[in-house]
């Protein structure tokens, strides 16, 4: 401050810097909030972290008809006739049934009687970890993480999973898998790495693990106060990381540092946490909360009045009470805990008007379980109050809201990223339909066909010039 600055203007200024100061703590910082300095027209990558991009044309060289289906666009409107039109990665248009508006050399599939989609998107998945418990030997190795994540990666894509948020996993595989696929040099859904959880010395996703194994097993980042829990933010951001991912047990300064972190350098932030830390980390700022876990009136309408979304993943626990009778020995479930508790949990945010999405969180060999763990889990929304329609809804476009992606995908809308399923059935009127799935379209390639993975043949290279 100059020196000769009169007391008066000394005092203005003291009330600009508390105003600032005010309007920081008042007005909560989104993740969302640096695009003001983007223009529409400026292309950026097609994920949140929204990075300037070359301009051009993306996708295969193709334009691909699916004619005659019944379409479930994904916005709640109601079922209708027509044809999708796709051209290169983008959906062009939705015609009605008597129109054959497009080129004579478009590749044109007839999908008369099936229903068209948008892709399916899972929040919760953790691409690398072990298959077995007794798998502690091979779990390091980052090789067999690869392959570990990469046969699961069929598993989804199979299932019209197009998008999976992978919410912790080990080093580097997730953003590698996540730049193979967009480059489509693998099939597999689209990938929206967390990379590592972070999470306290003694929290959730160390318990009964040696600190040896979990720097070992390379999917969990323990964090020690504010300035650790930011930095933790940064080595993610880092690496790539499309949304931050923080766990159980915190201090509100730890979790406070590490959300303003994250929504400073334009990331969403998932919580897993319970009981009082939920209501920490809503009062945080955090944008998703995990899981059913326990939480007081208090702190769903503490949700509700601040727009946090839950993600709340009651398939593995129902897995785990199926197989192994309850969920024992850990220090972050210290509460009893139960199927029909968490399906009231679901009931509770759906009348607090709670925006609810759909992930699996299906660890071990629990991925052998798609296409019915996904249904299963829509099926939990249905008896919680959703229709299934809405279910469907929440399992697209809610899901691409809460992965700050609604912009490009979740909806059937001309402009959208081509992620398309189409399923032999009816799924909005029977949701085990879904589990027929007949071909699917990521980023406008053809990446499931007949059911199955479609592989397109590789690419060959024109011989070498000799030099002159
Ligand atoms: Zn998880």
Redesign the pocket.
Known sequence: MNKHMTMKARGVALLIVMLGSCACVAGQEKAQDRRKFLSPSTPVSDDPRRIPVKPGPMGPERILVLRGGRIFDGTGTAVHEGTLVIERNKILKILPPSSSDWPKNAEVVDVAGKTILPGLIDL?T?LTYPLTEGEVLKAPSGADATLRAVEKLRYFLESGITSVRD??SQGDVTFRLKEWVRENRLAGPRVFPAGQFITAEGGHSTENTPDEWIRWMGATRIATGPDDWRLAVREQFHKGADVIKLGSHFSFEEIKAAVQEAHELGLKVTV?SETFYIQRAVEAGADTI?HPLPRTDETIQLMAKKGVAADPTLIPYQIIFDEWGGYFGSTSRRFTFSNDANLEMLRRLKRAGIKCGVGT?L?LHWYRYLPGAYIRELKNFVAAGWSAPEALVAATKTNSEILDMDDRLGTLEPGKLADVLVVDGRPDENLDDLAKIDLVVRDGNTVVQGGKVAISRHTVMPPPKKAQ
């Open positions: 919760h953790h919410v912790g897993d995990e969180d660890i």
